[in-house]
Protein backbone atom coordinates (compact mmCIF):
# COMPACT_ATOMS: atom_id res chain seq x y z
CA UNK A 1 0.00 0.00 0.00
CA UNK A 2 1.43 3.43 -0.76
CA UNK A 3 0.22 6.71 0.41
CA UNK A 4 0.66 10.29 -0.50
CA UNK A 5 0.29 13.31 2.40
CA UNK A 6 0.33 16.62 1.93
CA UNK A 7 1.17 18.78 4.58
CA UNK A 8 0.01 22.18 4.43
CA UNK A 9 1.44 23.73 7.42
CA UNK A 10 4.35 26.25 7.66
CA UNK A 11 5.18 24.82 11.60
CA UNK A 12 7.76 21.47 11.21
CA UNK A 13 6.99 20.57 14.66
CA UNK A 14 3.28 21.97 15.27
CA UNK A 15 -0.19 20.46 15.17
CA UNK A 16 -0.91 19.39 11.76
CA UNK A 17 2.71 17.46 11.87
CA UNK A 18 1.83 15.63 15.27
CA UNK A 19 -1.53 14.52 13.87
CA UNK A 20 0.72 13.32 10.72
CA UNK A 21 2.90 11.58 13.05
CA UNK A 22 0.21 9.80 14.68
CA UNK A 23 -1.37 8.43 11.31
CA UNK A 24 2.15 6.99 9.45
CA UNK A 25 3.16 5.60 13.09
CA UNK A 26 0.40 2.59 12.14
CA UNK A 27 0.13 3.17 8.69
CA UNK A 28 0.56 0.15 6.76
CA UNK A 29 3.00 0.12 3.53
CA UNK A 30 4.91 3.19 2.05
CA UNK A 31 3.82 6.59 2.53
CA UNK A 32 5.38 10.19 1.14
CA UNK A 33 4.82 13.47 2.88
CA UNK A 34 5.23 16.42 0.69
CA UNK A 35 4.95 19.67 2.51
CA UNK A 36 3.98 22.60 1.15
CA UNK A 37 5.71 25.16 2.35
CA UNK A 38 9.47 23.29 1.88
CA UNK A 39 8.51 21.66 -1.02
CA UNK A 40 9.99 23.00 -4.73
CA UNK A 41 6.51 23.60 -5.94
CA UNK A 42 5.88 26.41 -8.19
CA UNK A 43 1.27 27.05 -8.36
CA UNK A 44 -0.37 26.44 -11.80
CA UNK A 45 0.25 29.90 -13.72
CA UNK A 46 -2.74 29.08 -16.25
CA UNK A 47 -0.18 28.63 -19.41
CA UNK A 48 -3.07 26.15 -20.34
CA UNK A 49 -0.49 23.73 -21.48
CA UNK A 50 -2.30 20.81 -20.21
CA UNK A 51 -5.43 21.68 -22.09
CA UNK A 52 -3.59 20.12 -24.70
CA UNK A 53 -0.85 17.93 -23.45
CA UNK A 54 -0.12 15.31 -20.89
CA UNK A 55 1.62 16.82 -17.62
CA UNK A 56 2.36 20.22 -16.93
CA UNK A 57 4.89 22.69 -18.59
CA UNK A 58 6.49 24.05 -15.27
CA UNK A 59 9.21 21.46 -14.20
CA UNK A 60 9.59 21.19 -10.34
CA UNK A 61 9.25 18.75 -7.68
CA UNK A 62 5.27 18.53 -8.46
CA UNK A 63 6.54 15.63 -11.41
CA UNK A 64 7.38 13.32 -8.65
CA UNK A 65 3.74 13.71 -7.23
CA UNK A 66 2.13 13.27 -10.27
CA UNK A 67 4.00 9.77 -11.17
CA UNK A 68 3.14 9.18 -7.34
CA UNK A 69 -0.29 9.59 -7.41
CA UNK A 70 -1.34 7.55 -10.34
CA UNK A 71 0.11 4.39 -8.00
CA UNK A 72 -0.98 5.62 -4.80
CA UNK A 73 -3.84 3.86 -2.51
CA UNK A 74 -4.65 6.67 -0.55
CA UNK A 75 -4.22 10.58 -0.43
CA UNK A 76 -4.59 12.59 2.59
CA UNK A 77 -4.24 16.26 2.36
CA UNK A 78 -3.71 18.23 5.88
CA UNK A 79 -3.96 21.69 6.55
CA UNK A 80 -4.34 24.38 9.53
CA UNK A 81 -7.62 26.10 9.18
CA UNK A 82 -6.90 30.22 8.40
CA UNK A 83 -9.86 32.17 7.61
CA UNK A 84 -12.29 28.89 7.51
CA UNK A 85 -10.03 27.35 3.94
CA UNK A 86 -6.76 25.63 4.10
CA UNK A 87 -3.62 27.44 3.93
CA UNK A 88 -2.11 29.54 0.55
CA UNK A 89 0.98 27.37 -0.03
CA UNK A 90 -1.47 24.11 0.05
CA UNK A 91 -3.97 25.53 -2.16
CA UNK A 92 -1.01 26.33 -4.63
CA UNK A 93 0.53 23.15 -4.49
CA UNK A 94 -3.11 21.49 -5.14
CA UNK A 95 -3.58 23.95 -8.31
CA UNK A 96 -1.11 21.60 -9.84
CA UNK A 97 -3.74 19.09 -10.30
CA UNK A 98 -5.45 21.17 -12.98
CA UNK A 99 -3.88 18.96 -15.31
CA UNK A 100 -5.93 15.97 -14.26
CA UNK A 101 -8.82 18.37 -14.32
CA UNK A 102 -7.85 19.27 -17.95
CA UNK A 103 -7.30 15.86 -19.08
CA UNK A 104 -10.61 14.67 -18.35
CA UNK A 105 -12.13 17.91 -19.47
CA UNK A 106 -10.27 19.09 -22.57
CA UNK A 107 -8.57 15.93 -23.84
CA UNK A 108 -11.08 13.63 -22.96
CA UNK A 109 -8.77 11.47 -21.39
CA UNK A 110 -8.66 9.47 -17.74
CA UNK A 111 -5.09 10.04 -16.28
CA UNK A 112 -5.48 8.01 -13.07
CA UNK A 113 -7.22 5.00 -13.42
CA UNK A 114 -6.83 3.55 -9.97
CA UNK A 115 -9.51 4.56 -7.54
CA UNK A 116 -8.20 5.61 -4.00
CA UNK A 117 -9.27 6.46 -0.67
CA UNK A 118 -8.25 9.71 1.20
CA UNK A 119 -8.86 12.03 3.76
CA UNK A 120 -8.76 15.69 5.14
CA UNK A 121 -7.17 15.98 8.40
CA UNK A 122 -7.65 20.00 9.77
CA UNK A 123 -6.41 21.65 12.90
CA UNK A 124 -7.21 24.94 14.01
CA UNK A 125 -8.45 27.17 17.30
CA UNK A 126 -10.79 30.53 17.45
CA UNK A 127 -13.91 30.53 15.39
CA UNK A 128 -12.75 28.96 12.30
CA UNK A 129 -15.35 26.49 10.06
CA UNK A 130 -13.78 23.03 9.48
CA UNK A 131 -16.35 22.14 7.10
CA UNK A 132 -15.69 24.89 4.30
CA UNK A 133 -11.85 23.86 4.58
CA UNK A 134 -13.39 20.29 4.33
CA UNK A 135 -15.04 21.00 1.17
CA UNK A 136 -12.85 22.70 -0.42
CA UNK A 137 -10.03 19.79 -0.07
CA UNK A 138 -12.39 16.66 -0.67
CA UNK A 139 -13.75 18.40 -4.08
CA UNK A 140 -9.92 18.72 -5.03
CA UNK A 141 -9.41 15.13 -3.71
CA UNK A 142 -12.35 14.20 -6.24
CA UNK A 143 -10.10 15.31 -8.99
CA UNK A 144 -6.99 12.53 -8.59
CA UNK A 145 -9.77 9.94 -8.43
CA UNK A 146 -10.31 9.97 -5.04
CA UNK A 147 -13.53 7.90 -4.67
CA UNK A 148 -14.09 6.97 -1.06
CA UNK A 149 -13.16 10.37 1.31
CA UNK A 150 -13.31 9.67 5.21
CA UNK A 151 -15.26 11.56 7.63
CA UNK A 152 -13.94 15.65 8.78
CA UNK A 153 -11.45 14.19 11.16
CA UNK A 154 -8.52 16.71 13.50
CA UNK A 155 -8.16 18.65 16.35
CA UNK A 156 -10.41 22.15 16.44
CA UNK A 157 -9.63 24.27 20.02
CA UNK A 158 -5.71 24.53 19.20
CA UNK A 159 -5.67 27.88 20.76
CA UNK A 160 -6.80 25.94 24.26
CA UNK A 161 -4.96 22.31 23.78
CA UNK A 162 -2.76 21.07 21.68
CA UNK A 163 -3.78 18.45 18.99
CA UNK A 164 -1.15 15.72 20.02
CA UNK A 165 -3.23 15.94 23.43
CA UNK A 166 -6.89 16.06 22.01
CA UNK A 167 -8.33 12.75 22.97
CA UNK A 168 -11.00 13.12 20.15
CA UNK A 169 -8.56 14.35 17.58
CA UNK A 170 -6.13 11.18 18.53
CA UNK A 171 -9.22 8.55 18.36
CA UNK A 172 -10.29 10.32 15.09
CA UNK A 173 -6.34 9.24 13.64
CA UNK A 174 -6.89 6.19 15.17
CA UNK A 175 -10.49 5.48 13.19
CA UNK A 176 -8.79 7.02 9.47
CA UNK A 177 -5.44 4.21 10.04
CA UNK A 178 -8.12 1.13 10.38
CA UNK A 179 -9.71 3.12 7.31
CA UNK A 180 -6.83 3.64 5.35
CA UNK A 181 -5.29 -0.03 6.22
CA UNK A 182 -8.51 -1.89 5.12
Known amino acids: MKTLIINGSPRKKGDTTALISKLTEQLNGEYKIVNAYYSNISP ?21 IYDYIVGCDNVVIASPIYFSQPTGKLLDVCSRFQTYFAAKHFRNHTPIIKPKKG ?10 NPQKAHETLSGILKHINVTNIFSLT ?16 QEDI ?9
Open 44 to 64: CIDCRYCWNNEGCSINDEMTE
Open 119 to 128: AVILVGGGDG
Open 154 to 169: GSFNTNIIPAKDDVKA
Open 174 to 182: DNLINFLNN
